[in-house]
């Protein structure tokens, strides 16, 4: 994908809005433990389906079965097909099982898993909460694997778009301004420790800018493989040639493409040739979407459901006409090592032109490897160090 896990090859995922309706499953007469099943046994297929496996029981995990936030699109689209019934992705960190979408789905419940822009991912612990903004995609069940890696102690919150596009304002401002009264009902004061992923950056800086104006404190702004909104090309200059050369040498290493299987080596290929289709003569993605291009072949999200594609345009449109303000404290840029092969710009993805102070730690991996294993488990020791450090300065300082 461009840039979530999505992103250039990220994973892609959730479909950021749930019209949630009753699904018409079983006559209400019969008993509960027999719709259940009914829904189990329709349920078996799909998952089987998706996970590619000629079998799964009731109380396999989804993620333990070798799930992700791109598998997890293509079965909540099938379900909808198959149920009427479009579930938030973020359901399957307390849904996670077959047994558990059926009950959800038997009890007519789906209400019940209200949408929120806050998502639990992890959260327990002893530590401040950190906040992690979506990527491109609207979802946050791509976040599950660094929720668990950074630690039973470390409380994390995801915050995935909101459920209604049509109600969705059409500037950052305005969804910072929302996602910030979310996180305020759970929790009302800072010091904050907030950060995001891929595009989801944009949002991230914004809510910070927001947030100092009204006199909270952020503690860590942690940007995860995030452009730097707006940021100006740098000169071609020896130094742009042995970034080049360098991750040329960083993608073949950190990128995995070559250790990959040779579908999945495909449908990579494959998806950049889409997009360099979609792009045609057009030097950006903003000009390619004017002339018509679709928005998900431009992104390598050629797999997610149409009714998907008015979000992901809407998002990319935001975006793009955000222009920030400088911000007064520090960004920590959490980078990973391998970027596109061609990509010339500045090391720190240009957020020394916005941030009064950057700090950049590389992580091994490229842009949709980091979130999974098994690269998660060091961008989790960097944030996790990083989250530490923080927490102890404002002990001593604030």
């Not at 999505?6 to 433990?33: K, M, N, S, W, Y």
């Not at 019940?112 to 612990?125: C, F, K, R, T, Y």
């Amino acid at each position: 994908m461009a840039d979530i896990p999505l992103a250039g090859a990220a994973a892609a995922r959730a479909l950021p809005r749930a019209a949630v309706e009753p699904p018409p499953i079983e006559a209400p007469t019969a008993p509960a433990d027999e719709r259940v099943a009914a829904i189990e046994h329709r349920l078996q297929p799909l998952w089987c389906r998706v996970l590619e496996v000629t079998s799964v029981d009731p109380n396999d995990n989804f993620f333990e079965l070798g799930g992700h936030s791109l598998l997890a699109v293509r079965l909540f689209a099938d379900i909808e097909r198959e149920f009427g019934v479009r579930l938030p992705l973020s359901s399957l960190f307390r849904n996670g099982t077959i047994g558990a979408q059926a009950r959800l789905l038997s009890a007519q419940s789906a209400q019940a898993d209200a949408w929120s822009v806050v998502v639990p991912i992890q959260p327990l612990g002893d530590r401040p909460p950190f906040f992690l903004v979506h990527g491109i995609g609207g979802e946050v069940v791509s976040f599950g694997a660094l929720a668990e890696s950074l630690g039973e102690r470390q409380p994390m919150f995801g915050l995935q778009a909101e459920r209604d596009v049509d109600a969705t304002a059409d500037r950052v401002e305005t969804v910072a301004a929302r996602y910030i009264e979310a996180m305020r009902a759970h929790t009302p004061r800072g010091p904050y420790y907030l950060g995001g992923y891929s595009s989801g950056g944009v949002i991230a800086y914004e809510m910070a800018q927001q947030l100092e104006a009204a006199g909270e404190q952020i503690a860590l702004l942690a940007m995860i493989d995030a452009s730097a909104p707006k940021a100006a090309p740098e000169p071609v200059t020896p130094h742009t040639v042995w970034r080049l050369v360098k991750n040329a040498a960083y993608w073949t290493l950190d990128d995995e493409f070559l250790r990959s299987d040779w579908a999945s080596r495909r449908a990579r290929v494959s998806a950049k040739l889409r997009a360099i289709r979609a792009r045609g003569r057009h030097q950006t993605n903003s000009a390619a979407l004017a002339a018509g291009a679709d928005v998900r072949d431009l992104l390598g999200l050629w797999h997610v459901p149409p009714h998907a594609r008015r979000f992901l345009e809407r998002y990319m449109r935001m975006t793009s006409a955000y222009y920030p303000r400088r911000y007064a404290g520090t960004v920590t840029l959490f980078r990973a090592r391998a970027l596109k092969l061609t990509y010339t710009g500045a090391d720190d993805l240009g957020w020394s032109q916005l941030a009064e102070q950057v700090a950049v730690r590389y992580v091994p991996g490229a842009h949709d490897t980091i979130l999974r294993p098994p690269r998660v488990g060091e961008l989790a020791a960097a944030i996790s160090a990083e989250l530490q450090q923080s927490a102890a300065v404002k002990r001593t300082f604030g």
